[in-house]
């Protein structure tokens, strides 16, 4: 048995860190923390002085049985958990839970998992810091309060299911702000010039009028101010500029650049950096420190002289802008300046490079730039076209890594030919093309995390997780919004002649941007109108701010629990009592046959329209809204449309043909064939004939292609690219094979790597009773008997496991049978009445 017990937060972790240290340390997981305030209960004394109850988990309870065993028999217990809040927390909950003695437990914490970095811990040992621990249970069970008490009043007021948080409500706040700054938007267009002119030497270049023209009127007599113009080089300055590199990243700018540049959301770079800092490539990857290591200083100053040369270097020393930044830490880096890429997983790989890059450059020189700056003069007029350009003159930390903009307008400088004042210059062209402006940009998950860190709400860990939540209660998704076609004029001066085109372009399009679903718009609105202190922006980073002061043993937790709730409770106690059901209702207009209103509304299962009300001795018409409607913008016309779905519009093999809207998008039906309709068809406009063209597009693509051991091989597009189906099993055909010249080899081949594929996967099969264990994504194992399917906690030996233990979780996880008494007891009381009925009688 090891004298020394290591525990660390997760099990790849302890891997690497178990390379470091001889055979008289044990390294084990705990994995992650292991106990936590009650799921069923508030766990809070709300009475007393705001005292947790925390309690181990049932999926943890065989992890602390296993520590404690290896705890009691250890001379020395280390704590190894991360060095942020979260992990002294988990610290101190395993020195509570495995009953540790103070003398023989030690805290050590490490910002990279290196030799170096391990062994000079173990030296450096410390105890428990309180102060930590005491503004995570700070943050922690704040958090609980307003999820806990605010929670069950949105299941009454506004829809069953529906939750609350502190950040998370606030960047849904942010989000459906910024939405109904979009619809409230009133564009405004004017004309934008540009030319391009020549050089006597025959080489081209574009300018462009500083000032746009603000009606078309103008910008036509301009360029017929031009017609018969000589153009010179009325003005040229060149001057010498630099640029410097960016600082190395934090949580939230390597998030943001992960996104601009790699297009990972941010949970992605998350999980990507976490499994790097666990195989020891990178250092700790919370954090808002922009600080490097005198140690990394010269780790990245070697390397940069040895890769590139002694006039690349230069040292420097960053300070952070985000507020409450801990500036002890480290930024995020590279553990080994001289691993300029990595082997393994390509997603890691590049992220790596990414982190590599950034923290290099932030080491390099400048770099050293000319810019010039061009005036083009005509002489039929006084109004001047501009032209700008940029010269390297030195690379500088250009050689490695140039950081990425949010900006959409950004124009990038290009170098521009040689040329001298007075010099004769051919105008190509000129334009003027009518520009409109924008409504502010929908966020990115990256340009989110930056407006939080601005305004100073959340922290470097609590980021990914909030986007990951919103989006998961369905207040927020990614959104593919079409956008509308918009007519444009653009004029042109060319050959001595004047023209004019009418263009056509789609505004308002957007991919992959934050955009508020219905329900988290009224959800939002129910929140701001009866918790506006809640949802403040400003409260919210005071928190925050309360959190670090306690961090830093300024200020009891306790006192601040106490402060907060006085004002909260009442306010939620008044709201519960006096609010008024809130629904996100709009009134649109009367239904011309009954007179009724005609409203929208989030109802139980969405946003629906509805004829009447619930008041009515009529039962109220209900229809729920298409994919592409909400309640902000759905019209009455739209609305009363909906009433005529289903319909029926022929038939076809003896089978009914309808059109309808459903849960992801608007089809086309027979019997128990569904065809989807494309992009922006309205099913209301869809004819028999057109209908017939998709039924038979779909037999066909259904067809199949081949049979393989006398079963049918179909293939098909789906929502992850092309396939073949057979058996059963959908493979994924990828660029190697050529989807639309599918050779009989090609299928054979496919399907044989997919059933070896199926083959590796299974670890054990008990094929008389059903059931079988699988590998499934992310090094996880499942448990499956024929619909049910058990996750096996990651703490559990899948190799190892028996089919008793097997058929316990799969019985845990089958749904209870309703209970026949609870039938017989309901009879029997109706019964009693009766007789008590005829006996008064």
Known sequence: ??????????????????????????????????????????????????????????????????????????????????????????????????????????????????????????????????????????????????????????????????????????????????????????????????????????????????????????????????????????????????????????????????????????????????????????????????????????????????????????????????????????????????????????????????????????????????????????????????????????????????EGSDDEDQEQSGLLPNMKVNDTLVNSYITATERFTRPPARYTEAALVKKLEELGIGRPSTYAPTITTIQNRKYIEKGTVDGVERDYAKLQLKNNKVSEKTMTETVGSDKGKLVPTDVGMVVNDFLVQHFSSILDYNFTAKVEEDFDDIADGNEKWKDMMKDFYKDFHPKVKDVAENAEREVGERILGKDPKTGKPVSVRLGKFGPMVQIGSVEDEEKPLFASLGPNQSLQSITYEEAMDLFQLPKEIGEYNGEKVEVNNGRFGPYVRYGKTFVSLDKGEDPLDVSMDRALELIKAKEKADAPIYHYEDLPVQKGVGRFGPYIKWNGMFINVNKKYDFDNLTNDDIVELIEIKKQKEIDKVVHNWEDEGIRVEKARWGRHNIIQGKIKVEIPKTVDAQKLTLEKAQEYIEKKKPKKKATKKKTTAKKKTATKKKTTTKKK
């Open 1 to 402: 048995m090891a004298k020394n017990l290591v525990i660390v937060e997760s099990p790849a972790k302890a891997k690497t860190i178990e390379k470091y240290l001889g055979k008289d340390y044990k390294v084990e997981s705990s994995y992650g923390h292991i106990a936590d305030l009650p799921s069923k209960e508030l766990g809070v004394d709300v009475e007393g002085d705001f005292s947790p109850k925390y309690v181990v988990s049932k999926d943890k309870k065989d992890v602390v049985r296993k520590l404690k065993k290896l705890a009691k028999d250890a001379e020395t217990v280390w704590l190894a958990s991360d060095e942020d809040r979260e992990g002294e927390a988990i610290a101190w909950h395993l020195f509570e839970e495995l009953d540790l003695k103070s003398e023989s437990t030690k805290r050590i914490v490490f910002s990279e998992i290196t030799k170096t970095a391990i062994e000079r811990a173990i030296k450096n040992p410390r105890g428990i810091n309180y102060n930590l621990v005491n503004a995570q249970q700070a943050r922690r069970i704040l958090d609980r309060l307003v999820g806990y008490e605010i929670s069950p009043i949105l299941w009454r007021k506004v829809k069953g299911g529906l939750s609350a948080g502190r950040v998370q409500s606030v960047s849904v706040r942010l989000i459906v702000e910024r939405e109904r700054e979009i619809l409230d938007f009133s564009p405004v267009g004017s004309y934008r010039v540009d030319a391009e002119f020549k050089t006597e030497d025959g080489a081209s270049f574009k300018a462009k009028l500083p000032k746009n023209f603000d009606t078309k009127e103008d910008a036509e007599a301009f360029l017929k101010d031009n017609l018969n113009a000589d153009f010179k080089v009325g003005d040229l300055t060149k001057k010498p500029a630099k640029k410097s590199p960016a600082p190395p990243f934090t949580t939230s700018t390597l998030q943001q650049e992960a996104s601009r540049k790699l297009y990972y959301s941010v949970s992605k770079t998350m999980t990507m950096a976490q499994r790097l800092y666990e195989a020891g490539m990178i250092t700790y990857m919370r954090t808002d420190s922009v600080n490097l290591s005198d140690q990394a200083k010269k780790g990245a100053e070697k390397e940069i002289k040895k890769a590139y040369g002694d006039n690349f270097h230069k040292s420097r020393n960053y300070k952070g802008k985000s507020k409450g930044a801990q500036e002890a830490h480290e930024a995020i880096r590279p553990t080994d300046f001289s691993k300029h890429t990595i082997s393994g997983d390509s997603d890691q790989v590049r992220l790596y490079e990414l982190i590599w890059k950034r923290a290099i450059a932030s080491q390099m020189s400048d770099a050293q730039l000319e810019r010039t700056n061009v005036k083009v003069e005509a002489n039929t007029h006084d109004k001047q076209f501009t032209a700008n350009g940029e010269m390297i003159k030195f690379e500088g930390f250009l050689k490695v890594y140039l």
